[in-house]
DNA sequence: ATCAGCACTGTTTTTTGATACAGTAGTGCC
DNA sequence: GGCACTACTGTATCAAAAAACAGTGCTGAT
């Protein structure tokens, strides 16, 4: 059962004054704003609203008006941003810590540890950009085909992990990368498992091939 | 200057009422959580941590409690998620919300209002994917070259705007898919502008092309 | 020793705000 | 035509809530 023009509306106007205010508003606000002669008008379409489940009244509070929809499952958790990894340093090092940024870990599976900022175009095929933050889930295990975040040496670097009987390859998803084949004298790790990707577009510019 | 023990108490019990009920606390409230014997230990209580500058204080408003920005940051903003949006209805009617999710809002320019759940491959060359979050600006205007979220008639839909001289043209960014020439019969409208994406690879399944 | 500031009690006044009751007008439906 | 439903006007009442005023006792600084 979905909501009528009007009750849309006294929706929206109870979520935007919520997040102006950061209060709900009362009977008399709701009257102000679209101009009604009778606060039975505002209250008439609160109910209406309780009825149809997308707001909650608390009765005989004021302001007790509580949104149903996005009271639900929020739980933010902050993860810290891996920026430029230097070599020869843990890769959590605090001096890697770029800035920390809330995400719903719920979002992502397996269970996400910290974000890493990529730097580079060899992932660009699988959708991963230069200046992306990459979700990763600390692990030191992952299956071929999944996309790692690999040490090799000093070196920190995100490829497709591919296993060849007991060769390693970490494959590069642009045309202009070669595969990267793991010699014997190379001292490789995995430090994570790629979950997720978070991109923000810088003032409108397209990542573009 | 720093809290005291009990002002910090007080002030932990107004994050927490916000947070469980989604309302400041009324002074009485205030009052029996800590056995006071009057309002006026509330009141007091409430006037030192204004001028503290850690709340604010809403004269002659019931629950005219705020708190102050820089509590605020800590706290991710919850966008909603839009998920599959039915034709002729609104892009943010409540029935196309599928959940909530924080994101930290200054990561993202200009400030971001909602996700949109990515349906199809049309973007892909431009590192948007089928099942991804994008987030969006809600705008009506749109400069030529930016990914904007548009509806043609009641069909929503992401691509790259791209403006010759009066004619509107939508790029997609994907061989497969030819550009969409809106013709002078078709409603059209912006709806918002991309300014970042979110993904989740499901089970260490790559996006790949 | 005194004074400012904190942390309250106790009381009163005045708004603010919720909510009930009685109606009106318009729409779509069967 | 009658009924249900939406969308209001208009009035009234009472509880919830803010906020002022007048105090008390304590602590720590000058």
Redesign the pocket.
């Known amino acids: 059962m979905s909501l ?4 849309q509306a006294i929706y929206d106007f109870i979520v935007e004054h919520m997040e102006s205010t950061g209060l709900p508003p ?4 709701i009257v102000s704003h ?1 101009r ?10 609160l109910k ?1 609203l309780e009825k149809h489940g997308v707001i909650e ?1 608390l ?6 008006i509580r949104l149903t929809t996005a009271t639900k499952g929020r739980s933010a958790m902050s993860l810290p941003v891996i920026g430029r990894v230097s070599a020869g340093r843990p890769i959590l090092a605090v001096e890697h810590h770029e800035a920390q940024m809330p995400i719903e870990p719920s979002h992502f599976s397996p269970k996400p540890h910290f974000l890493l900022r990529v730097d580079g175009e060899s992932m660009i095929d699988a959708g991963i950009c230069d200046g992306d933050l990459l979700v990763v889930h600390k692990t030191p295990e992952a299956r071929s085909g999944q996309i790692v975040v690999a040490r090799i040496d000093d070196e920190i670097t995100v490829k497709q992990l591919k296993r060849t009987g007991r060769r390693v390859e970490l494959i590069a998803h642009n045309p202009n990368y070669p595969p990267i084949r793991i010699g014997r004298d190379q001292e490789f790790a995995i430090e994570g498992l790629a979950v997720g990707v978070i991109r923000a577009f810088s003032g409108g510019q397209v990542p573009l091939r």
């Open positions: 009528t023009r009007r009750q009362t009977r008399a606000q679209f009604f002669a009778s606060p039975n008008a505002a209250q008439c379409h209406a009244l009765s005989g509070t004021a302001r007790g």
